[in-house]
């Protein structure tokens, strides 16, 4: 251990609670998911820079783990574009009625982002906490455990507004259901990932 690697440690702790703080702000899907990866791809040079066992474990994993989790977010976003033409969160009220795959799919790829168990992300996470107590720097949970309940403020509530709120639109929702059986194609592959998120736990 030196003092730069230190250093860096430091300033990713500080970049994974920042990005994820930037990330809360934004209405646009995408751009949310933007800030969540720089967050999220923050916890690999924490992992490198603890150079402990567990550490290095928890960031190798994470490289697959975030991977498989944020391809499904953003296939999602993308499915949601293709059928309903959305790119806001505040305009997606309702929207999970009448793309439950689509929606449900984005859950499983969020609760995996923020290290729930049974889903493939809850290891990186887990094996960075360990690491970071292995290495004597206990103090950076701190910013784990920020991210995570960040993780839930800006993605549960995308899903949540999908299935709970009441359609800001219904008319517009009913020509969304007609979007959603020409272009049925584009629900597959987020909800192939969202499946893989979950084996990825067992493997």
């Not at 960040?150 to 899903?159: A, E, G, H, R």
């Not at 020509?175 to 987020?190: A, N």
Request: aromatic fraction near 8%; glycine fraction near 8%; include cysteine.
């Amino acid at each position: 251990e030196t003092p730069m690697s230190t250093t860096i440690s430091w300033v990713a702790a500080i970049s994974i609670v920042l990005a994820s703080i930037i990330a809360l702000r934004q209405d646009n899907l995408k751009a949310r998911l933007a800030y969540s990866t720089v967050s999220q791809l923050s916890y690999v040079t924490l992992g490198a820079m603890l150079a402990a066992p567990l550490a290095i474990m928890g960031g190798a994993l994470q490289i697959i783990m975030h991977a498989w989790g944020k391809i499904t977010l953003f296939m999602c976003a993308g499915a949601i574009y293709t059928i309903a033409h959305r790119t806001e969160i505040s305009k997606l009220d309702g929207l999970g009625r009448s793309m439950p795959w689509v929606f449900g799919a984005f859950l499983i790829g969020s609760l995996s982002i923020i290290g729930i168990p049974p889903l493939g992300g809850s290891w990186p996470k887990f094996f960075l906490m360990a690491g970071a107590i292995d290495s004597g720097k206990s103090i950076l949970l701190a910013a784990l455990i920020a991210s995570s309940v960040l993780n839930v403020i800006y993605l549960v509530p995308i899903s949540v507004r999908g299935f709970m709120r009441p359609p800001a639109d219904p008319e517009k929702d009913a020509h969304i259901r007609e979007e959603r059986k020409k272009h049925r194609w584009v629900i597959i592959p987020p909800v192939i990932t969202a499946l893989g998120a979950l084996l990825l736990f067992f493997f």
